[in-house]
């Protein structure tokens, strides 16, 4: 049979190889979440804008005013 430090080392080697995955998922899954947030902004920016070409500037002196 295998030595029970090889055993431990193989538990800690799988600890550490989820520790790094859950790391790079938690990334990924903020990445997302940030360009997601983003769209929505712009998304706003062009339903709450004063003029229809003016795509990337937010409502005038900060109102929420729309042209309907």
Known sequence: MFPI???I????????LLAIFLAVYKAVQQ???LMNMD?????????FSDHPDD?????ANGSAETNF
């Open 31 to 33: 990445f997302y979440t």
């Open 9 to 16: 080392a193989v538990i800690v080697s799988v600890l550490a």
């Open 55 to 59: 795509r990337h500037a937010g409502p």
């Open 39 to 47: 769209r929505m902004n712009r998304r706003y920016r062009e339903i």
């Open 5 to 7: 430090e090889n055993i």
